[in-house]
């Protein structure tokens, strides 16, 4: 089976750092995603991770614990536009199956 | 410029009836998928097909059927629409890439539908 955790919702201040985490337990493992979608639009790609470690791609960087099962996204210096919701998505075995995404955080940027 | 589009952006329909959504793509991949969104359960698969005339079930595929007749275009039809297929649909495509790639899906903008 497949399952992919991460908080419902998290609260940050403008200019701070939030870290949103991702477990997952999958029948296999062959990369992990990360997306962000705002409110009624579509979920747009943001990272992507197969290896252990962190990638860091300006304000955003995205880190893998493949034996622990393990992801976070990191964002620095927030800004009220990073309100959305954040994706994280497994592809469970080698290129030829879907992403498999767990529920999303929401989250709020305030002032 | 709009590489996957949905048609229509929004739709309001009755229950019984039969709904089709379209997606289309110029992006020239090979796969491409269907999910909805519902609040509280994220994305889930419904259809998805990895070329012409391929096709495969999701997640939650009943009460739903799709047609793959050109790369290009994937279209999903509700047989006979029921009130709790009320939700956000997205059609993504992918490139099966080189291996090693991250090969990411990238989504067209989304149907709302709602069914009374």
């Known amino acids: 089976g497949q399952n992919i955790d991460q908080p419902t919702e998290m609260t940050a201040t403008e200019g701070a750092i939030v870290q949103i985490n991702c477990t997952y337990q999958t029948s296999g493992f062959n990369g992990l995603f990360w997306y962000q979608q705002h409110a009624g639009e579509a979920p747009t790609f943001l990272s992507y991770n197969v290896l252990d470690g962190l990638e860091e791609k300006g304000r955003f960087s995205s880190f893998l614990s493949r034996s622990k099962g393990y992801s976070y996204l990191l964002l620095k210096e927030l800004q009220m536009k990073d309100s959305a919701s954040y994706l994280c998505a497994v592809r469970p075995i080698s290129g030829n199956t879907p992403l498999v995404f767990g529920k999303g955080t929401r989250l709020s940027v305030i002032a | 410029d709009a590489d996957v589009t949905q048609t229509p952006r929004n739709r309001i329909t009755k229950t019984g009836k039969r709904i089709m959504l379209e997606c289309s793509q110029t992006k020239g991949h090979d796969r491409m998928y269907w999910y909805r969104q519902d609040p509280g359960l994220g994305l889930r698969l419904i259809y998805y097909?990895?070329?012409?005339?391929?096709?495969n079930k999701g997640e939650i595929s009943d009460g739903y059927s799709v047609s793959r007749q050109a790369q290009a275009k994937f279209s999903l039809s509700l047989e006979s629409a029921i009130p709790n297929q009320t939700a956000l649909y997205f059609c993504?495509?992918?490139?099966?890439?080189?291996?090693?790639?991250?090969?990411?899906?990238?989504f067209g903008p989304g149907t709302r539908l709602t069914v009374l």
């Open positions: 097909s990895f070329d012409v005339k391929d096709i």
């Open positions: 993504a495509t992918s490139d099966p890439g080189l291996a090693g790639g991250s090969n990411e899906q990238f």
